[in-house]
Structures are given as C-alpha cells and as structure tokens.
C-alpha cells in the first residue's frame, strides 16, 4: 500500500513541476477550436450570475430555440449555476437580458449557406447576431468555449468576434457498413461535429460488409444484406431531424458499381457473374461488381434512388464509385460484346458510362452526383463532386475542369497519423497550382472514419480528438497553422468534447480494466499512454487475420490513435535540445523515470491477463529505452562520461524496441533516439 501510494505521490510531483512547460498561453487566454477569422479584445470581463437570462429576437425558430437552450443547459453543467430559464422560446425577448440573440433569416441546408456571425461580448452584456440560423449555432459554440474562472467565479473575456467559415464543405464521414453502428453512437459524433462547426455527415450506408439502410422498394436489400442490423426509414428521418437542429447536412453514401457484394446477396441478378452470393467477411478490394450492360441494371436503380431521394433531402448523394477492379467485367463475354458495341474502350471507360447513367437517375429526382476520384473521367458531364482520396493532384485536375471537389487525402484518420499529420494538410495552400476559377471548385474536405477495425466503444477515439483538429483547418484561416499551439488547445477542447456524450476518455480506461482482468489499472495505463497501433494499414499484415467478427478487444484497440504523452514528451525534448535550458529536464526525468519503473509493476499484471502477454516485450522495451534516455540525459548534462561502445549498444537497443509486436508500437522512441544522437555527435566532437 505504501509502495502505491509513492507511486501516486510520484506521478503528481512530476506533473505539477512541468504542466507549466507546455501553457503556451496565459491561462486567461483563449482556448478555441476552430480558430475565429477576427476577433479583438474589449476591456474587462463578463461576470456569469445565477440570473442569466437569454432572449432571441426577430427571425426565431425551433432550431435556434433549441440551441440556445441547449447552450444554457452546457453552461448551467459546466458552472453549476441554477439558471432560472427552463427553455428558451419565441416568447424569450426581454429588453433586460444578459444575452442577445438577434437572426435575421432562417438558413437551409444547402451548400454555401450564410455560417457567419458576429458576437461581441462587454462587460455589461452579451450580442450575437448572424444572417442565418445556422451562424447562431455555429456563435453559441465559440461562445460556450470562452468560459473561464478564477478566483472569483465564472467568467468571460470582454471581446468582439467577427467569423465565418474558409470552406464551406467540412465533412466527417463514418462507414456504418463495416461495422454497424446504433443510433446514438451517430447522434453524440453528430453533437461533436456541431461542437467545432462541421456541417456535413456523411454517411457510408452500404459497402460488400452489409447493407444498412431498409429499401422498401426491395426489402431483400436489407433483410438478406445486413445481419439484422440496418437502420428504418423512421431512424434515418430522426438521424436527419437530428442532424438539422445543428445546422449538419446529412450525405447518403451508396456505393456502386463495386464494393457492392451485400446487394447481390438478395439481389444476384445485378453483379456481373452469377451467384449465389453472400454477404463479405473479410476486408479489401473485392471482385463483386454491377452489371453495366444490362438495362435491367438501371431500371433497378432507378426504383431504389427514387425510394432515397424522397427518403433523404439533401440536393447531394454520394455513389461511391471506388476501387472497382474490373475483373468480373473482363471476364464477363457478354459485357466485352457490349463494350465492342458501344465503341467503349476499357473498363474506365464503362464504370463512366455507368457513372453517367446513375447520374442521369440522380438527375431526375433533383439529385446531384458525389463520388470517389474513379469517378472523374473526361467524358463526364459536368454538374458531379469528386471527392479526392488520391491527393492534391486529382483534386486540382477536377477543379480545373470545373467540377466542384473535396479533399479527403491525407484526412483518413483510420491510419493512424499524428495530429499535426492531418492540421497541417490543407485542401487549398498558398502555393496550389490552379487558377483563381478553379479555386472556386476546391469546396473543402472530409474526414474519413472506415469501419473496418472500429466497434461503438472504439469509434470516437479513433475520431476524436484529431477531427477537432481538422475541422479547424477547414473553418479557420490559413495562417492558423502552430502546431504546439493546436495541441495546447486540443488538451482543453478534448475534455470539453466529453460533455457531449463521445466515450474516446471514458472507454479508455474502461477498455483497460478489461485487458488487465481487473485488477489496478495504474502501471497498465502508463504503458498503454506511449502506444499507437501501427500507421497506414500494416495491422493487416502483422500476422492477424481480421474480419466482421474478429475481437477488437486487445491493447491495439485500447490504444489512443494519438497519444497526447507522446506529442508532450517530444516537446520537452525538442526544447531541451533547442536552447539547453534545464527547466525542461525535470519533465524529461519524471517521465522517464515513470517508464523505467513500469515493467515490474506491469509484470504480475500480465501474469493474470493473458491477452497482455503479446505485448509483454514492449513494456520491458520501454524500461530499457527509458534506461537509455536517462543515461543520456546524464551525459548531456555532464555528470556521465560517454561509456566506451554505448553509442553502438543504445542504438542496437532502440532498433529492437521500434519493432511492432500485438500491432502497437512505442511512440516516444524517437525523442529518446534524439537525446542519443545529442549524446554521440558531442563524443565525436571531442
């Protein structure tokens, strides 16, 4: 008990003597995210009283009743204060209030609708006032993120703020295909969307894994297509009512001509070779694919988008169209015959013709085509979205042939990369090589969330917080680019992002206690803290075979998919080696320290939980590595002589603890690696 106790003891002296290192900002400054596009600040300060009243004025509406009360229940939650307002209503319009709304048109959504606002905030009261709805919701979560406190009470800095979006697309995209997901997994990331201003979900609805909307049209589509788990036409119009009250518009994906396996399991007659067909286990590109040549093809679509259309009311659906591999087609003679006939030259050529005739569908009930970059093609009429995986280059070769186009490169938050990876990627940089006209087409982007290795407990740390990061990108101007300051104010919002209900904290630890089999979580924690699984999609090929059914249950799937120790580590290091300033070496020391006595703590630990057993090797190499950075700390500082091979050794030794094992790795190697070559570069000078 006394051996845990200093334990704790421990890890809260360390934490007091440097958390200063990392607060960039005063603690009365702002924490916001996204970044406003102006604001100045006004003299004093707001003071929050018990009786804080709100009223709307000129063009009032449910939605923004609903977000300004729902703005106060927040407040009320993060302050403790009893508000006197049980809602706010139509009927909210005293003179006397401490917070003015003012609307002057009900917004719709649509693409390029007015998000602007403006909110000015004295000493004496609080304005905002925006052209739409909408630009209130998007001034009440700036606002609610101005909460500070000290001494005194609660808080607001006196400031005027003048924002508006840079791009007005910034999507989240979330594949339900793969894995299915219940309603309120969508509706709390659909909180967190609206929480850092994204306004379109896009929703990846079908794919070879299942079919997950109900067609009444053709009901074996999700009877025989989806396990049971689909969503009704009544759960979709509430994701969609849902969505609306925060100014979020809802993309329908159906993805087509590939990836289309769960169609075929009711429906054989639609794919390119004969069947029986059932619905796909396993992830990757498969062979399944629609029938282009047959007009029964396009007589079935056109029944089913009809049935959608009227369903979803958007004036955008996204068709997919990826990563067909055209080999049922070039094995198919009487889709070869076809395209000898119609003059069509390979298979790029038919999923165009395809593509066009869907969009011809599309057309006709008033819908507009989004698709994935195999759809661009140069005889496709204008009037579709390309939606670029691929990069910058497709992106600007579509815009420059005037079809509207949204980034998704680099924003595929599935692999794993840093933060900072996907803050720094942006859709339209300075220096892109397109024309003022064809920068009118680059609308924005997406985060994509794949569904393959993700379940409802999972999902939003794999989303969250990075995409906070993201939608910053896509909101803020271009200049709002530090990274340490990004990741100071990510700490904070990513605590705030709690409130609305996403489990990325919670089931953390929660998933901890279940790899350790209960037993304390304290030294597991500390191990799993400097974990990432593997980047890109190597945990495919680590000797796992995954599929629908396979336990995401391990260390992998506990990881975060950044951890914020790995990027405050590196930084205390970076500085260190920057300006040699020992103010830093506490924080390095506390936290290397902390790793080396880990593994013993770890060890009964494994001894009782052996799905941990798979990474037991990395907790050992975490104590050596450890070891490692405290020796050349030592060294650096002048209390240690280089020993004679150690240079040769410590390398050996932080090459072995690079290597995955359970499809994780150490994610603070490359700051200790730094403090070694500090090391061994002076012992070469000397």
């Known amino acids: 008990m006394k051996s845990k106790s200093f334990f704790i003891y421990f890890i809260m002296v ?62 009320s939650g993060r302050t403790g204060l009893f508000f006197p307002q049980v809602h706010i209503s139509n009927q909210s319009k005293s003179e006397n209030a401490d917070f003015n709304i003012r609307v002057k048109r009900i917004g719709e959504l649509k693409l390029f609708e007015d998000e602007s606002y403006h909110l000015m ?13 909408i630009g209130v919701l998007r001034g009440l979560e700036t606002f609610l993120q101005l909460l500070r406190a000290d001494e005194h009470g609660y808080y ?45 979900f896009h929703w990846h609805l079908t794919d070879d894994q299942g079919f997950r909307i109900e067609c009444k049209t053709f009901p074996k589509l ?33 993805d087509i001509p590939a990836h289309t396996t769960s169609w075929f399991v009711g429906h054989p007659e639609l794919a390119s070779a004969p069947g029986p067909y059932s619905i796909e286990r396993y992830w990757g590109v498969k062979d399944p694919t629609m029938d282009p040549s047959k007009e029964s093809t396009y007589e079935f679509l056109d029944r089913f988008f009809m ?35 119609n003059n069509i030259v390979d298979t790029r050529a038919l999923q165009c013709y395809f593509t066009r005739r869907v969009m011809q569908i599309l057309a006709r009930y008033g819908k507009k085509m989004v698709g994935w970059d195999e759809i661009f093609h140069p005889q496709l009429e204008p009037g579709a979205m390309i939606q670029s995986w691929r990069g910058h280059e497709s992106l600007y070769e579509a815009a420059k042939e005037g079809f509207y186009s949204i980034l998704s490169r680099d924003y595929y938050i599935d692999l794993i990369h840093n933060t900072d990876f996907h803050y720094l990627n942006d859709p339209l940089p300075q220096n892109a090589p397109v024309d003022k006209e064809a920068r009118k087409n680059i609308l924005g982007g997406e985060v994509t969330s794949w569904g393959e290795l993700v379940t409802q407990e999972t999902i939003d740390s794999r989303i969250w917080p990075k995409t906070a990061a993201i939608a910053e990108r896509l909101w803020s101007p271009q200049d709002v680019k530090d990274v340490d300051d990004m990741y100071t104010r990510l700490e904070i919002i990513n605590i705030q992002l709690e409130e609305l209900g996403l489990q990325h904290i919670k089931n953390y630890e929660m998933m901890l206690r279940r790899l350790s089999n209960y037993q304390d979580i304290s030294a597991l924690k500390i191990f799993v803290d400097v974990l990432e699984q593997v980047k890109n999609y190597d945990r495919h090929f680590q000797g796992v075979t995954y599929s629908s059914y396979a336990p995401l249950t391990r260390t992998v799937d506990a990881a975060m998919s950044q951890s914020l120790t790995d990027w405050k580590f590196n930084k205390l290091v970076a500085d260190f080696l920057l300006n040699g300033s020992e103010s830093y070496l506490i924080g390095i020391r506390c936290y290397l320290n902390l790793w080396q006595e880990n593994h013993d703590k770890m060890l009964p630990i494994i001894a009782n939980a052996p799905i941990l057993r798979e990474v037991e090797t990395l907790s050992k190499d975490l104590k050596n590595i450890a070891e490692i950075g405290l020796q050349a700390i030592d060294i650096i500082t002048g ?11 410590s390398k050996e030794i932080l090459i072995q603890a690079r290597k995955p094992r359970g499809q994780v790795e150490l994610i603070v190697i490359d700051a200790i690696e730094r403090l070694v070559e500090k090391c061994c570069a002076n012992s070469l000078k000397q």
């Open 156 to 200: 607001f800095p006196a400031i005027e703020i003048m924002d508006t979006p840079r791009f007005p697309w910034r999507g989240l995209m979330i594949d339900v295909s793969r894995h299915f997901m219940p309603l309120e997994v969508l509706k709390r990331n659909l909180r967190a969307m609206a929480a850092v201003k994204l306004n379109v």
């Open 639 to 649: 209390d240690e002589i280089i020993p004679s091979q150690w240079c040769a050794k």
């Open 121 to 133: 905030i004295s000493e004496k009261n609080i304005n905002l006032e925006a052209e739409t709805d």
């Open 14 to 75: 360390c934490f007091v003597s440097f958390t200063h290192l990392f607060a960039t900002k005063e603690a009365n400054e702002l924490c916001l995210m996204p970044f406003p596009a102006e604001m100045k600040y006004l003299a004093g300060t707001y003071r929050l009283q018990a009786e804080f009243e709100i009223a709307v004025f000129e063009k009032v509406n449910s939605r923004v009743c609903k977000a300004a009360t729902n703005m106060l229940r927040r407040l």
């Open 307 to 341: 049935e959608m259309a009227s369903l979803f009311p958007d004036e955008y659906m996204h068709i997919g169209g990826d990563e067909n591999n055209g080999k049922q087609w070039n094995n198919n003679q009487e889709i070869k015959q076809f395209m000898i006939k």
């Open 222 to 254: 999700h009877e025989m297509g989806s396990d049971g788990f689909y969503y009704t036409h009544e759960q979709v119009k509430e994701v969609i009512a849902y969505a609306a009250d925060f100014g979020i518009r809802i993309i329908p994906e159906f």
